[in-house]
């Protein structure tokens, strides 16, 4: 850990004097140490801190100088983080029961992502990542399961931007597993103009990096391209090479519809299911072909959903590395 992870001592008193300190309701009365963010106090116990992180427990030996500050005997730490995450950080530390809840506010999965990466706390890292890729997963049967509910996350509580944010987190702490997912349900559900302009909410606007915008916006082209070439998802709308066995006149006229669809509407479908093409009204036949080209496509599609985002195939992606 560089010392610039936490203030000198002159600019730890300048901030004292000059901003009221306030007394966090995280306060152990049989603490041992102080750790302060901002203006806000919180008295916990070093061995709760050393036992979790490895970045703790090597600050817990260092000696303590005789002309700091202390409040009754217990050693200030005053931290460069917002005091916010600090709060989030010790509630998940102290409180069994707070990261295991089923729905968490983005902003507590994000403080335990980042403060859990800093200080090296890898059980709640690991948790809040998972939360992650409970929304956005690695397999394609895992997002085959979520997206019968596609409008709803089910870990992390819902609001109007919420996509956006939480690529943005994922990605500026370089979460890469649900990354590909996330991009792909993005692009799909918005268009390029819509992902340039982000989403507002309560005064706020969500949005994503340059980085992120990039790999979007290219992604969007590609995957309109590759899913109508034949061996992907769409490709038999393209090219059909079942003629002799259809047994309806209907099913070529409802082919070159479903082509123009996606062409004119520029509407990705990379990922579409079997399922949702058995109400179009195809022949028996038909029907059979379509399902198979569908399942084998989109399998395809999803092996290579990564590279459509210049990221490293799916089992080559990390997670705050």
């Known amino acids: 850990m560089s010392s610039a992870e936490f203030e000198s001592p002159s600019a730890k008193r300048q901030r004292i004097d000059d901003a009221e300190i306030i007394r966090s309701d995280i306060w152990k009365s049989d603490g041992s140490v102080i750790l302060q963010a901002e203006n806000i106090q919180f008295r916990v116990h070093w061995s709760v801190l050393a036992q979790n992180s490895s970045v703790f427990s090597d600050m817990a030996g260092l000696p303590q100088p005789s002309d700091e500050p202390t409040i009754e005997g217990c050693a200030i730490v005053e931290l460069t983080d917002d005091a916010v995450d600090v709060e989030f950080l010790l509630k998940a530390l102290y409180i069994p029961t707070f990261h295991s809840q089923i729905l968490l506010p983005l902003a507590a999965v994000g403080a335990i992502i980042r403060l859990s990466r800093k200080y090296d706390i890898k059980d709640l ?29 089910k870990r992390i509580e819902q609001y109007d931007g919420l996509l956006f944010d939480m690529i943005a987190l994922a990605s500026k702490n370089y979460i890469l597993t649900p990354l590909p997912c996330a991009y792909y349900t993005l692009v799909r559900r918005y268009s390029i103009a819509a992902l340039f302009r982000g989403v507002q909410h309560d005064g706020t606007l969500s949005s994503i990096s340059g ?58 479908d990379a990922l579409a299911s079997p399922t949702a093409l058995d109400r179009m009204g195809y022949c028996p036949s038909c029907t059979r072909h379509v399902n198979e080209a569908v399942t084998a496509g989109r399998r395809r599609i999803w092996n290579e959903l990564p590279s459509f985002f210049d990221l490293p195939p799916w089992g080559q992606l990390r997670n705050g590395d």
Do not use: M
């Not at 998972?130 to 997002?143: I, Q």
């Not at 047994?247 to 004119?264: K, M, N, P, V, Y």
């Open 125 to 153: 890292f690991d948790s809040a990542v998972a939360r992650l890729t409970s929304e956005f997963p690695t397999t394609l049967d895992e997002y085959d399961t979520i997206s019968k509910d596609p409008t709803r996350f």
């Open 211 to 268: 980085v992120d915008l990039s790999r979007c916006a290219a992604a969007h082209e590609k995957l309109l391209v590759k899913q109508l070439q034949p061996g992907y998802t769409l490709g038999w709308t393209r090219k059909w090479d079942f003629e002799g066995q259809c047994t309806s006149s209907r099913c070529q006229g409802i082919r070159s519809f479903a082509l123009a669809h996606h062409l004119d509407n520029s509407w990705i």
